[in-house]
Structure formats: structure tokens, C-alpha cells
């Protein structure tokens, strides 16, 4: 749907939820990521697709965020873009039957994963010594377990590697913000 002229007020802050419905999930997260980074111009769905494949659930995803008449290609090393001068940057995630989507003017870069329960010693496997530290930094300013930090950090260094990122751009903690969201820096990365 669109809408032409819509003006809203806040009546009151959105508390943090456990389980969030996707639907309202998207646009919630479209907000606060225009609130702190507003230079991005994000726009970003994210969406449950019956199963129709990774591809056509990203083409669907697009197709939502662009409209039905932008065909979206994908490059010979997989990443999709529009074969149009100066189009936005896109990037898709999947996981399980949910497909997050994220086009904007800058570099950009998206990731979804589930939080998943690991050792310490497979977190450094996966995250590298410098990141582990970081995650552990993490968990001790948010008072989360090493799980989620090391997911979080997990996610960051997929989406820096889909905006074209160095793959060993340091990590750095930003910022704690409002409702359970910390901002990293990697170089021009945030």
C-alpha cells in the first residue's frame, strides 16, 4: 500500500519485545535505523514468503521495496544489483522462511541469523581472537550472554562484507542506543 500525505505522532515509546510479529518488524526497524543513521535513506522489508527459493524470495522481496517493474539481476559473484545508472545498492538475507531485504544509496549490507548457543572456543573459531574480545566487551555493556554478542558481531561482519568491506575491516563498539540496539563502526561503516 502507499500512502500520500500520512502524518503520524508518537503517543508513546515502543517497549522491547521478545517475540516480534515480521510485519510490524520491518517498518519498526526502518525507523529506528533512519533515527540513527540518517544520511543512509534505508528503505527494508522484511518478509515471510511461502517457499518459492532463496532467489525468487529475494526477487520478491525487491520487487516489494522497488516495484514490479525493476528486474533485479545478480552479479557473477551472486550480489544483486539493477542494471540501471545510478541505482541503489541492494542486499538479501534469509533465514528459514523469512527473507530480509535492504536497498539504499550507499553501500549497504544485511544479514539475518538465528542465536545460536556455541562454546567460547567455537566463537573465536568463527569470530577471530579480536572479535571474540569485542563480543565479550559487548556482552558485559549490554548484560547479554556471548551468544547474542557474538551472533550480533556475526551479522556485522556479513553485512560488511555485502557492502564491499575489507573482509579484515576492524570492529569497533559504537554506542549503546534505546531499545536494545548497538551501533558498530568499521572504518566508514556503521
Given at each position: 500500500?502507499?500512502?500520500?500525505?500520512l502524518?503520524?505522532?508518537?503517543?508513546?515509546?515502543?517497549?522491547?519485545?521478545?517475540?516480534?510479529?515480521?510485519?510490524l518488524?520491518?517498518?519498526?526497524?526502518e525507523?529506528?535505523?533512519?533515527?540513527?543513521?540518517?544520511?543512509?535513506?534505508?528503505?527494508?522489508?522484511?518478509?515471510?514468503?511461502?517457499d518459492s527459493?532463496?532467489?525468487?524470495?529475494?526477487?520478491l522481496?525487491?520487487?516489494?521495496?522497488?516495484?514490479?517493474?525493476?528486474?533485479?539481476?545478480?552479479?557473477?559473484?551472486?550480489?544483486?544489483t539493477?542494471m540501471?545508472?545510478?541505482?541503489p545498492?541492494?542486499?538479501?538475507?534469509?533465514?528459514?522462511?523469512?527473507?530480509?531485504?535492504?536497498?539504499?544509496?550507499?553501500p549497504?549490507?544485511?544479514?539475518?541469523?538465528?542465536?545460536v548457543a556455541?562454546?567460547?572456543?567455537?566463537w573465536?573459531?568463527?569470530?577471530?581472537?579480536e572479535?571474540?574480545?569485542?563480543?565479550?566487551?559487548?556482552?558485559?555493556?549490554?548484560?547479554?550472554?556471548?551468544?547474542?554478542?557474538?551472533?550480533?558481531?556475526?551479522?556485522a561482519?556479513?553485512?560488511?562484507?555485502?557492502?564491499g568491506?575489507?573482509?579484515?575491516?576492524s570492529?569497533?563498539?559504537?554506542a549503546?542506543?534505546?531499545?536494545?540496539?548497538?551501533l558498530?563502526?568499521?572504518?566508514q561503516?556503521?
Amino acid at each position: 500500500e502507499q500512502w500520500k500525505g500520512l502524518q503520524l505522532l508518537q503517543v508513546e515509546a515502543i517497549q522491547p519485545q521478545s517475540c516480534w510479529n515480521e510485519t510490524l518488524l520491518g517498518p519498526y526497524m526502518e525507523r529506528k535505523l533512519s533515527e540513527f543513521l540518517p544520511a543512509a535513506s534505508l528503505s527494508l522489508v522484511l518478509q515471510r514468503y511461502a517457499d518459492s527459493g532463496r532467489q525468487g524470495r529475494s526477487d520478491l522481496a525487491f520487487q516489494n521495496l522497488l516495484g514490479a517493474n525493476r528486474q533485479v539481476q545478480k552479479r557473477l559473484d551472486g550480489k544483486p544489483t539493477l542494471m540501471e545508472r545510478l541505482s541503489p545498492f541492494l542486499s538479501a538475507s534469509h533465514h528459514t522462511h523469512l527473507t530480509f531485504a535492504v536497498i539504499s544509496p550507499r553501500p549497504v549490507g544485511c544479514d539475518i541469523e538465528a542465536i545460536v548457543a556455541r562454546s567460547p572456543q567455537l566463537w573465536q573459531d568463527l569470530l577471530g581472537p579480536e572479535r571474540l574480545q569485542l563480543a565479550t566487551f559487548m556482552a558485559t555493556q549490554t548484560d547479554e550472554d556471548l551468544d547474542t554478542a557474538g551472533t550480533r558481531l556475526w551479522v556485522a561482519s556479513e553485512c560488511l562484507k555485502k557492502a564491499g568491506a575489507m573482509v579484515n575491516l576492524s570492529l569497533r563498539f559504537g554506542a549503546k542506543k534505546g531499545d536494545g540496539w548497538l551501533l558498530l563502526k568499521a572504518g566508514q561503516f556503521l
